[in-house]
Each structure stands twice: as C-alpha cells, then as structure tokens.
C-alpha cells in the first residue's frame, strides 16, 4: 500500500492505458465495436474498435440550407403566439404548422419560400411591426433540424456520421446544415433525409354529396412509441405503433363518426375509386392504402381501443416500413432542406490513407525517440519519456473508441500535435531537475514543482488558443483542436505527473 500511495500517479496511467486496450481491441466493446447495424458492424469487422470519418473510409459529406424567413424584434408572448401564428399562415395561405412564434426571442418563423416582404406585411396587417426581416431561420430551429437528422441517422445504424450546422457569410441567418455520413454516396444520404419525414395518416371515406373526402386523423408527433418493423400474419410489412392517450381517444370518435367502424365502412377500400380507405402519407404522397379490419373496428366501437390505443401502419416493402420507422421515431423537419452541394470520397480511395497515416506516425514517434535519445543520451530517462508521450495517444484512441469519434485526418494531425507538445513539456521536466545533481527526493519535488507549473501556464495557453477552433464551425480544424485540447488535459492531468514518478525512482534511488 506504501508503494501505491507514492506511485498513485503511475498507477492510473496504467488503469486508463489498461481500459484504453479494451476499448480498442476488445470485441463487442466501444461505440463501433460490434452489437451493431450497417456501417457500426462493419467498424467492428477490422482490428480495432475505431470509426473512421469520410477521409480514412469513404463516404459522402452534403451541405443543405434550410427553407424559411424569419422576422426579428415581434413583440411575441405565451398568449399571443398562436394567434400571430393563425394571422401570418392564413395572411400567407400556408399551413399553420409552417407558422412558428417564439416568445423567448421575439421571433416568426414562415417554414416556407416565400418572400421577407411578404412576411412583413403579414405581421404589420396583424398589428405588429418587426425589426427586420430575413431568409433563414433561427439557431433553434436548426438545432432542431440537426437532432432530428442525427436521430434518423442513428436509427438506420451508420456509424460515424456527423451532422451539423455552420455560419456562411451571408450573414447571422445564412447557415448551412452539413451530413458526413460515411461508407454512402449522395443518393444514400439524401432518399434518407429527403423532405420533411412527416407521417400522417388519413381518413378517405365518401362525402356527404358523394365525392370522395380526405381528413387527417393521426399525426406522427402524436405517437408515444414505435416498435421494429415486423409481418403480419399475411406477411405484409407493419410498423407496430401506440399512441397517446389523448390522440386514441380522439382517434376512436373520428372514426366512429366517419362510419370507418360500420358494416360498410369495413374492408371496403377501393383506392382511389372509392369507399373507406386508411391512407398511410408521407410528405404527403399516399404510401399504402388499407381498409378497416373488422377486428379493430370491433375495438374502436367497444372501447376496448381506448384503453390500449395500438395499431399497425402496414407498408408496401420492408425498406418502406423502415423509412416509416425512422422518420416516425426521429419527427418531422420543421422546414424543408435544399441540398447546395456534395463531397464524395470512394471507399478504396480512403482505404490509401489508413497505411500512410499509420506510417506517419510511426515516422513522427520514431523521429522524437531518436532526437530524445541524442539529447539524453541515457535510456533510463529517454525511454520512459517516449513511452509516456505514446501512452497519451493510446489513451486517445481509447476514448475515440468509447465516444464512437469517426477520424479523419484531422484527428491524426491532432495526435502527432500531441505527441509533440508532450515531449515538450516531458523535456521541460527532465532539464529542470537534472540541472544539477538530486541528492534526495525532496530536492527532486521542489525542482519537479517548477516545471510544472510552466507546463501547466503552457497548456492553459494552448487550450485557451484552441478553444474558438474547438467551438466554432470550422469543419477539419475542430478535430484538430479537439484532439489536442483532450491531449493537453491528458498530459496535464495524468501522464506528466506519472513521468515525474518514474524519473524520481530513476534519479533519487528512494533517497
């Protein structure tokens, strides 16, 4: 336990460097290690447990501005929002979901392509007067749009991918919103994230003239779970779904009372002819049409419905029932995107630069070992040395393992940076206290204290240097900043100190 207590510090270089291994070779652990669908299983088949960005594996990268205007400085609150709402939508002649007021910045949004004079004039007719209005929209808005893409991303199991948003020079409402995804090609990426993904499900049923009649009886936001896409006993393709309480009961009574649970309102589908039909939409084209089954008829008439609002939305195909599905799960974009531009890299062209990065940094470790043993001359403070500064980089890649952090070479570039930068500072170590010869462990800490503190007055300079690249939309140079902000806190926090151990059992022989 004595031994511990002095060498804490070597000892949790050695747990994280021990965890870091098992993250990256140990099956079935870590983000891309195994237990996973499309590009995560195809992570998990090589060496390690890594992912890989579009650069080291291929894939597609596209950029998509999204459609919208929005008005700034309307005097908007929690009882006039729907109301300012109602005015603009119908002032517009779009729908009242494309209408959005937010109180807490005194915005309107129109998810639409129209004209910011016509906006304006809507609000002013209304009786408000905005500041200014725009194309775009709001930071909100786009984050929303940035999850919803990521959730629809995660549901079909690509791993990697990356999504999202940075500034243009168009000004504050100018951004584009940005998809890596890779191992895919543009006509991949853009069928998964196409349209809005809003599910809707109507009613078609005769009128009371004759003619055939649509309702919306079930929006996608009112359903509280989605289950796999299965088969049904007849083997068509159904996504099992429950909704809320509420939209159930709701349901229930719509088609009661659009005769979908009579006797002639029952498999008596005859799309787009007639009859009673169960249109399942998205983005608003008609994906299936279906008749009420007596069975749930018979539910919906008892009540039983009520008390367990559950159904299936059947499908043409397995692939749609799983379009479906992740665009049930993941909601519908608020505004629709329009693709600008795509960067593709071909899989075997990517595959040439995994050798040459490996080869890189073999080169770049090899490089510092040799100038490191030149200038010691001595193993015992040279080896150590080059292998605390490896350590950091093992660890590393432990964490990009665990994150599931898709690498490109950005990220390599930010290793090598770390590998240098900790040399560095180790240098600093082993020249302020093997400026003279240490007599005791005492003299050792006093001089070990020192150097220190100008590596830590150093690595707060880098983190504060690389903070904005860290945190601004910058695309390749944010990996870089990443990679060396999380080895500067590594090497700060772990490695150096472990190294100042080593080299005090090194130099002091327990004195």
Same mark, same amino acid.
């Given at each position: 336990?004595?031994?511990?207590?002095?060498?804490?510090?070597?000892?949790?270089?050695?747990?994280?460097?021990?965890?870091?291994?098992?993250?990256?070779?140990?099956?079935?652990?870590?983000? @891309?290690?195994?237990?996973?669908?499309?590009?995560?299983?195809?992570?998990?088949?090589?060496?390690?447990?890594? *992912?890989?960005?579009?650069?080291?594996?291929?894939?597609?990268?596209?950029?998509?501005?999204?459609?919208?205007?929005?008005?700034?400085? %309307?005097?908007?609150?929690?009882? *006039?929002?729907?109301?300012?709402?109602?005015?603009?939508?119908?002032?517009?002649?779009?729908?009242?979901? #494309?209408?959005?007021?937010?109180?807490?910045?005194?915005?309107?949004?129109?998810?639409?392509?129209?004209?910011?004079?016509?906006?304006?004039?809507?609000?002013?007719?209304?009786?408000?007067?905005?500041?200014?209005?725009? %194309?775009?929209?709001?930071?909100?808005?786009?984050?929303?749009?940035?999850?919803?893409?990521?959730?629809?991303?995660?549901?079909?199991?690509? @791993?990697?991918? #990356?999504?999202?948003?940075?500034?243009?020079?168009?000004?504050?409402?100018?951004?584009?919103?940005?998809?890596?995804?890779?191992?895919?090609?543009?006509?991949?990426?853009?069928?998964?994230?196409?349209?809005?993904?809003?599910?809707?499900?109507?009613?078609?049923?005769?009128?009371?003239? @004759?003619?055939?009649?649509?309702?919306?009886?079930?929006?996608?936001?009112?359903?509280?779970?989605?289950?796999?896409?299965?088969?049904?006993?007849?083997?068509?393709?159904? %996504? /099992?779904?429950?909704?809320?309480?509420?939209?159930?009961?709701?349901?229930?009574?719509?088609?009661?009372?659009?005769?979908?649970?009579?006797?002639?309102?029952?498999?008596?589908?005859?799309?787009?002819?007639?009859?009673?039909?169960? !249109?399942?939409?998205?983005?608003? #084209?008609?994906?299936?049409?279906?008749?009420?089954?007596?069975?749930?008829?018979?539910?919906?008439?008892?009540?039983?419905?009520? *008390? *367990?609002?559950?159904?299936?939305?059947?499908?043409?195909?397995?692939?749609?029932?799983?379009?479906?599905?992740?665009?049930?799960?993941? &909601?519908?974009? /608020?505004?629709?995107?329009?693709?600008?531009?795509?960067?593709?890299?071909?899989?075997?062209?990517?595959?040439?630069?995994? /050798?040459?990065?490996?080869?890189?940094?073999?080169?770049? =470790?090899?490089?510092?070992?040799?100038?490191?043993?030149?200038?010691?001359?001595?193993?015992?403070?040279?080896? /150590?040395?080059?292998?605390?500064? !490896?350590?950091?980089?093992?660890?590393?890649? &432990?964490?990009?393992?665990?994150?599931? !952090?898709?690498? #490109?070479?950005?990220?390599? =570039?930010?290793?090598?940076?770390?590998?240098?930068?900790?040399?560095?500072?180790?240098?600093?170590?082993?020249?302020?206290?093997?400026?003279?010869?240490?007599?005791?462990?005492?003299?050792?800490?006093?001089?070990?204290?020192?150097?220190?503190?100008?590596? &830590?007055?150093?690595?707060?300079?880098?983190? !504060?240097?690389?903070?904005?690249?860290?945190?601004?939309?910058?695309?390749?140079?944010?990996?870089?900043?990443?990679?060396?902000?999380?080895?500067?806190?590594? &090497?700060?926090?772990?490695?150096?100190?472990?190294?100042?151990?080593?080299?005090?059992?090194?130099?002091?022989?327990?004195?």
């Amino acid at each position: 336990m004595s031994w511990f207590r002095e060498n804490w510090r070597v000892a949790t270089l050695v747990v994280l460097l021990l965890g870091s291994s098992v993250a990256l070779f140990a099956p079935g652990v870590g983000a @891309g290690g195994g237990g996973g669908s499309g590009q995560q299983a195809e992570a998990a088949s090589g060496p390690t447990n890594l *992912n890989y960005g579009l650069e080291l594996s291929g894939g597609v990268r596209l950029r998509a501005t999204v459609t919208g205007v929005t008005a700034d400085g %309307v005097d908007v609150t929690v009882d *006039n929002e729907g109301d300012i709402a109602e005015a603009v939508a119908t002032a517009l002649d779009v729908e009242r979901g #494309d209408v959005r007021a937010r109180p807490a910045g005194d915005t309107v949004e129109v998810y639409q392509d129209v004209a910011p004079s016509d906006v304006e004039a809507a609000l002013t007719d209304a009786g408000y007067e905005p500041d200014s209005v725009a %194309v775009g929209v709001t930071q909100a808005t786009r984050d929303n749009i940035v999850s919803i893409i990521e959730s629809k991303v995660d549901a079909t199991g690509l @791993g990697g991918a #990356d999504v999202y948003d940075i500034q243009t020079q168009g000004g504050d409402r100018s951004h584009y919103v940005v998809v890596e995804v890779p191992g895919q090609n543009a006509t991949q990426v853009q069928d998964l994230i196409r349209g809005r993904g809003e599910v809707e499900l109507w009613a078609f049923y005769p009128g009371e003239n @004759g003619t055939q009649t649509n309702t919306t009886v079930l929006r996608g936001e009112e359903l509280v779970e989605v289950d796999q896409p299965t088969r049904n006993t007849r083997g068509r393709p159904i %996504v /099992p779904v429950q909704l809320s309480e509420s939209a159930g009961e709701r349901f229930a009574s719509d088609m009661q009372r659009l005769g979908f649970t009579s006797q002639s309102g029952t498999s008596n589908c005859r799309y787009p002819d007639g009859g009673y039909c169960l !249109l399942t939409t998205l983005d608003g #084209d008609v994906v299936y049409d279906a008749s009420m089954s007596p069975d749930l008829a018979a539910d919906l008439r008892s009540g039983t419905f009520a *008390n *367990n609002p559950t159904f299936t939305i059947t499908a043409n195909s397995m692939e749609e029932a799983r379009d479906l599905q992740v665009n049930l799960q993941a &909601g519908a974009l /608020p505004a629709d995107l329009v693709f600008q531009d795509s960067y593709y890299v071909s899989p075997s062209f990517a595959d040439r630069y995994k /050798p040459l990065t490996l080869v890189t940094g073999i080169a770049a =470790a090899l490089a510092v070992a040799l100038m490191v043993f030149l200038r010691y001359g001595e193993a015992k403070v040279a080896l /150590p040395m080059v292998l605390t500064a !490896l350590s950091e980089v093992v660890i590393l890649l &432990g964490f990009a393992a665990v994150s599931g !952090l898709a690498l #490109d070479l950005s990220h390599l =570039a930010g290793f090598i940076a770390v590998i240098g930068t900790g040399v560095d500072d180790l240098v600093i170590i082993a020249d302020e206290v093997m400026t003279e010869e240490v007599s005791s462990s005492r003299v050792f800490q006093s001089r070990f204290r020192k150097a220190l503190w100008v590596i &830590g007055a150093a690595a707060a300079t880098t983190i !504060l240097a690389m903070s904005p690249l860290a945190v601004l939309s910058l695309g390749d140079l944010r990996g870089f900043a990443l990679v060396t902000i999380l080895g500067v806190l590594v &090497g700060v926090i772990v490695t150096r100190p472990a190294y100042g151990d080593v080299l005090r059992r090194l130099l002091t022989d327990n004195r």
